[in-house]
Nanobody, 131 residues
Framework: QMQLEESGGGSVQAGGSLRLSCVSSSHIYNCIGWFRQSPGKEREGVASIYAGAGNGNSLYADSVKGRFTISQDKANAAAFLQMNTLKPEDTAMYYC????????????????????????WGQGTQVTVAS
């Protein structure tokens, strides 16, 4: 059973930055995704990155494009989410997730930001952005 562990959450002022990390107990996955959930809201996809063999894309939710960057360290089965220009509406519990499902389009693999595509989840790390 793959295990994922997030770290790096915290409290920052609006406009600040945080870098979230996710470490997996296994290298056997094609996709890593970051999701978030605020109180009273449904969990939403934030960013995904293709981690398997061959060329792949990173995908972002419209709300974070240009501010968040997903990256990975394949050798160490780790993924990261660099979050810049944080806004109060970014306040949420952030979850790392991993899975095998991938989509082929335009000569590259990508990972849909759909919760159902990710069977393995971490416990989450809280991000709080003060106005």
């Amino acid at each position: 059973q793959m295990q994922l562990e997030e770290s790096g959450g915290g409290s920052v002022q609006a406009g600040g930055s945080l870098r979230l990390s996710c470490v997996s107990s296994s290298h056997i996955y094609n996709c890593i995704g970051w999701f978030r959930q605020s109180p009273g809201k449904e969990r939403e996809g934030v960013a995904s990155i293709y981690a398997g063999a061959g060329n792949g894309n990173s995908l972002y939710a419209d709300s974070v494009k240009g501010r968040f960057t997903i990256s990975q360290d394949k050798a160490n089965a780790a993924a990261f989410l660099q979050m810049n220009t944080l806004k109060p509406e970014d306040t949420a519990m952030y979850y790392c997730a991993a899975g095998q499902s991938r989509t082929w389009a335009g000569g590259r693999w990508s990972c849909n930001l759909s919760q159902g595509e990710f069977p393995y989840w971490g416990q989450g790390t809280q991000v709080t952005v003060a106005s």
